[in-house]
């Protein structure tokens, strides 16, 4: 139980294009989402709070508008890294609460951004 | 503000040694989460364990076991009987309810 998933795994695109990354929580549902974006070597870095059915709360520093987040259900939330750079390359991690599991988060398998 | 501080950056262990990995938070908060994660190269993050604030009882699961410890704000894990399948980056984590995470401790056990 408790599975996340996320696609694509790996992407490469140019500078300039829209990237969109999907989680969802297979067994599970997740009324609260979290995109974490990681650098070699380095911890996770929360970007924000994806809430089923509302606004997005990013974490300070985070572009509202370059890195779009919807949460239309229960299951499933998307990032869209918009006009992607070549500073946006990174792994983006999602994780998804479980409501009854004690604020457990399950985290997705990450999708290696890489944009040329 | 909280934080979570993995002061050990890197372990390199003989399969078969134990290993354990410290953790120290901080929280003003009397009611949060501690977890800790494994990151093996794959890049996916593996839950391991879940400890409530109230709960302060040690844990073992097969060679993992935890203790921790509210007076010192630690909560460290030990790996027993370490093998190469360990190789991985743990992350402790602090959630109250969003995960605040220590900067990871690289462990490699050699065969």
């Known amino acids: 139980g408790a599975v996340v998933s996320q696609h694509p795994s790996w992407v490469i695109c140019k500078s300039g294009t829209s990237v969109k990354i999907e989680c969802r929580s297979l067994?599970?549902?997740?009324?609260?989402m979290f995109w974490y974006r990681q650098f070699p070597k380095q911890s996770l870095m929360l970007m924000a709070t994806?809430?089923?059915?509302?606004?997005?709360?990013?974490e300070q520093g985070v572009e509202k508008d370059k890195f779009l987040i919807n949460h239309a259900s229960l299951t499933l939330s998307t990032l869209t890294v918009t006009s992607a750079h070549p500073e946006d390359s990174s792994f983006y991690i999602c994780?998804?609460?479980?409501?009854?599991?004690?604020?457990?988060?399950?985290f997705g398998p990450g999708t290696r951004l890489t944009v040329l | 503000a909280q934080k979570v501080t993995q002061a050990q950056t890197e372990i390199s262990v003989v399969e078969k040694e134990d290993v354990t990995l410290d953790c120290v938070y901080e929280?003003?908060?009397?009611?949060?989460?501690l977890f800790w994660y494994k990151q093996p190269p794959s890049g996916e993050l593996v839950f391991l364990i879940r400890?409530?604030?109230?709960?302060?009882q040690n844990e073992i699961s097969g060679r993992y076991s935890w203790n921790f410890q509210k007076s010192t704000s630690s909560f460290n894990f030990t790996i027993t009987a370490s093998q190469v399948v360990d190789s991985a980056v743990y992350f402790c984590?602090?959630?109250?309810?969003?995960?605040?995470f220590g900067a990871g401790t690289t462990v490699t056990v050699r065969a």
């Open positions: 994780s998804a609460r479980d409501l009854w599991g004690g604020d457990t988060q399950y």
């Open positions: 067994d599970f549902q997740a009324t609260t």
């Open positions: 994806s809430n089923e059915g509302s606004k997005a709360t990013y």
């Open positions: 929280t003003r908060d009397t009611t949060y989460y």
């Open positions: 400890r409530n604030s109230f709960d302060e």
């Open positions: 984590a602090l959630s109250l309810p969003k995960l605040s």
